[in-house]
Nanobody, 124 residues
Framework: QVQLVESGGGLVQAGGSLRLSCAAS????????MGWFRQAPGKEREFVAY????????DYSDSVKGRFTISRDNGKNTVYLQMNTLKPDDTAVYYC?????????????????WGQGTQVTVSS
Protein backbone atom coordinates (compact mmCIF):
# COMPACT_ATOMS: atom_id res chain seq x y z
CA GLN A 1 0.00 0.00 0.00
CA VAL A 2 1.44 3.33 -1.08
CA GLN A 3 1.47 6.12 1.46
CA LEU A 4 2.65 9.71 1.19
CA VAL A 5 2.61 11.57 4.49
CA GLU A 6 3.22 15.32 4.59
CA SER A 7 4.33 17.18 7.69
CA GLY A 8 5.80 20.52 8.70
CA GLY A 9 2.91 22.84 8.01
CA GLY A 10 1.74 25.47 10.46
CA LEU A 11 1.12 29.14 11.13
CA VAL A 12 3.89 31.60 10.34
CA GLN A 13 4.17 35.35 9.92
CA ALA A 14 4.85 36.91 6.55
CA GLY A 15 8.55 36.81 5.80
CA GLY A 16 9.05 33.64 7.80
CA SER A 17 10.06 30.15 6.74
CA LEU A 18 8.75 26.61 6.92
CA ARG A 19 10.11 23.26 5.77
CA LEU A 20 7.64 20.68 4.57
CA SER A 21 8.46 16.99 4.42
CA CYS A 22 6.76 14.16 2.57
CA ALA A 23 7.65 10.63 3.60
CA ALA A 24 6.84 7.90 1.09
CA SER A 25 6.35 4.18 1.57
CA UNK A 26 5.09 1.30 -0.52
CA UNK A 27 6.68 2.47 -3.78
CA UNK A 28 10.13 2.53 -5.34
CA UNK A 29 10.73 6.12 -4.33
CA UNK A 30 13.94 6.62 -6.29
CA UNK A 31 12.18 5.96 -9.61
CA UNK A 32 9.44 8.54 -9.10
CA UNK A 33 9.24 12.21 -9.93
CA MET A 34 7.98 13.96 -6.81
CA GLY A 35 5.96 17.15 -6.85
CA TRP A 36 4.45 19.68 -4.49
CA PHE A 37 1.10 21.29 -5.22
CA ARG A 38 -1.12 23.56 -3.16
CA GLN A 39 -4.78 24.38 -2.96
CA ALA A 40 -6.26 27.50 -1.38
CA PRO A 41 -9.95 27.71 -0.41
CA GLY A 42 -12.15 28.17 -3.47
CA LYS A 43 -9.25 27.66 -5.87
CA GLU A 44 -7.98 24.79 -7.97
CA ARG A 45 -4.93 22.78 -7.00
CA GLU A 46 -1.87 24.48 -8.45
CA PHE A 47 1.65 23.40 -9.22
CA VAL A 48 4.42 24.54 -6.87
CA ALA A 49 7.53 22.49 -7.68
CA TYR A 50 8.77 19.12 -8.83
CA UNK A 51 12.04 17.22 -8.69
CA UNK A 52 13.35 14.46 -10.93
CA UNK A 53 13.95 10.96 -9.61
CA UNK A 54 17.68 11.62 -9.24
CA UNK A 55 17.29 15.15 -7.90
CA UNK A 56 19.26 16.58 -10.79
CA UNK A 57 16.35 18.52 -12.25
CA UNK A 58 13.89 20.82 -10.52
CA ASP A 59 11.18 23.16 -11.72
CA TYR A 60 9.13 25.81 -9.94
CA SER A 61 6.09 27.91 -10.54
CA ASP A 62 6.83 31.55 -11.17
CA SER A 63 5.07 32.51 -7.94
CA VAL A 64 7.55 30.63 -5.74
CA LYS A 65 10.74 30.68 -7.82
CA GLY A 66 13.61 32.11 -5.80
CA ARG A 67 11.79 31.61 -2.47
CA PHE A 68 11.09 27.87 -2.35
CA THR A 69 13.51 24.96 -2.79
CA ILE A 70 12.54 21.37 -3.43
CA SER A 71 14.94 18.56 -2.56
CA ARG A 72 14.86 14.83 -1.92
CA ASP A 73 16.70 12.16 0.03
CA ASN A 74 16.24 8.83 -1.74
CA GLY A 75 17.87 7.03 1.17
CA LYS A 76 15.08 8.27 3.44
CA ASN A 77 12.28 8.10 0.84
CA THR A 78 11.51 11.73 1.61
CA VAL A 79 10.99 14.89 -0.43
CA TYR A 80 11.25 18.34 1.11
CA LEU A 81 10.00 21.83 0.35
CA GLN A 82 11.93 24.64 1.99
CA MET A 83 9.77 27.76 1.92
CA ASN A 84 11.36 31.12 2.65
CA THR A 85 10.08 34.68 2.57
CA LEU A 86 6.54 33.43 2.91
CA LYS A 87 3.65 35.63 1.85
CA PRO A 88 -0.06 35.57 2.81
CA ASP A 89 -0.78 34.39 -0.76
CA ASP A 90 1.15 31.20 0.05
CA THR A 91 -1.61 30.17 2.45
CA ALA A 92 -2.98 26.83 1.27
CA VAL A 93 -3.06 23.11 1.89
CA TYR A 94 0.16 21.69 0.46
CA TYR A 95 0.15 18.22 -1.12
CA CYS A 96 2.97 16.03 -2.32
CA UNK A 97 2.48 13.67 -5.23
CA UNK A 98 4.34 10.86 -6.98
CA UNK A 99 4.56 10.53 -10.74
CA UNK A 100 6.30 8.23 -13.20
CA UNK A 101 7.48 11.33 -15.03
CA UNK A 102 6.19 10.32 -18.46
CA UNK A 103 3.81 13.25 -18.64
CA UNK A 104 3.95 16.94 -17.81
CA UNK A 105 5.08 17.05 -14.18
CA UNK A 106 3.62 20.55 -13.78
CA UNK A 107 0.09 19.14 -14.14
CA UNK A 108 -1.71 17.38 -11.29
CA UNK A 109 -3.30 14.64 -13.50
CA UNK A 110 0.24 13.35 -14.09
CA UNK A 111 0.45 12.23 -10.46
CA UNK A 112 -1.03 8.91 -9.40
CA UNK A 113 -0.40 9.04 -5.66
CA TRP A 114 -1.11 11.91 -3.28
CA GLY A 115 -0.66 12.63 0.38
CA GLN A 116 -3.38 13.94 2.65
CA GLY A 117 -1.97 17.47 2.70
CA THR A 118 -0.60 19.81 5.33
CA GLN A 119 -1.97 23.27 6.09
CA VAL A 120 0.26 26.31 5.70
CA THR A 121 -1.09 29.61 6.96
CA VAL A 122 0.85 32.85 6.53
CA SER A 123 -0.37 35.83 8.52
CA SER A 124 0.23 39.41 7.43
Amino acid sequence: QVQLVESGGGLVQAGGSLRLSCAASGLIFSTNVMGWFRQAPGKEREFVAYISWSGDWTDYSDSVKGRFTISRDNGKNTVYLQMNTLKPDDTAVYYCGASDGFFDSRRSPSYYYWGQGTQVTVSS
